[in-house]
């Protein structure tokens, strides 16, 4: 059963501390995407990967958020340091990412980071 | 600017009744349409989509939805609800022009709550 795997499924720490939330995407899957869920905000996308090269982090706060993918079958988000208004579900996702990707997404279950 | 509206925070409707989540975009060209479901505590889960052909597309848990190129509309439907429906809906909208092909763009969510 193919699915997208996400690190840690809760996460509790404080304001200043670094925060970094792990995927595993499905493996073939050469597009992979982190999404933020708030409340207020709903889904945000905050950066976007083909073939382990960003293609988009206009989404994200560059002075404390960064995502890179060491390699095909690990993406990685960090947040140094970390800040109460961080405090949300974020999101992996992968898709196939070939001229034949019509646009089909799937889920992780989610990382849930609150910060004190 | 391109876009997706739903216009519902929530929907209630009684176990047995038809249901309908509304939802609108606005984007340039032709555009790929999907439909979300996250229930609780869960990563979000792919419905159903309309690339091109016929204007209903039928999709998981009996759930259809109809494509109006002239409205810009792509409401969910269902013709019984289940209480096990009850669930946070997204609508997205992946556009076909303007280099964001990979990117999906979606709405709030609206909560359907279906009552026993």
């Known amino acids: 059963d193919a699915r997208v795997t996400q690190t840690p499924r809760d996460k509790v720490t404080e304001m200043g501390q670094e925060v970094t939330m792990r995927c595993q995407p499905i493996?073939?899957?050469?597009?992979v995407f982190w999404y933020r869920q708030t409340m207020m905000q709903g889904l945000e996308l905050l950066a976007y990967f083909r073939n382990r090269a960003p293609l988009d982090d206009s989404g994200m706060p560059k002075d404390r958020f960064s995502a890179e993918m060491p390699d095909a079958t690990l993406a990685t988000l960090k947040i140094q340091p970390s800040e109460p208004r961080d405090s949300a579900v974020y999101f992996c996702a992968s898709a196939l990412g070939s001229f034949r990707d019509t646009g089909e997404l799937f889920f992780g279950e989610g990382s849930r980071l609150t910060v004190l | 600017a391109q876009s997706v509206a739903q216009p519902e925070d929530q929907v209630n409707v009684a176990e047995g009744n038809p249901l309908t989540v509304k939802c609108t975009y606005s984007?340039?060209?032709?555009?790929?349409l999907f439909w979300y479901v996250q229930y609780p505590n869960r990563g979000l889960q792919f419905l159903l989509k309309?690339?091109?052909?016929?204007?209903l597309v039928k999709g998981s848990y009996g759930f259809e939805a109809e494509f109006n190129k002239s409205q810009t509309s792509f409401h969910l439907k269902k013709p019984s609800a289940l209480v096990s429906d009850s669930a946070l809906y997204f609508c997205?909208?992946?556009?076909?022009?303007?280099?964001?092909?990979?990117?999906?763009?979606f709405g709030t969510g609206t909560l359907l709550a279906v009552q026993p």
């Open positions: 984007v340039s060209g032709n555009p790929y």
């Open positions: 493996l073939g899957h050469n597009t």
């Open positions: 997205a909208v992946r556009p076909q022009l303007g280099g964001a092909t990979n990117k999906l763009i």
């Open positions: 309309y690339i091109t052909g016929d204007n």
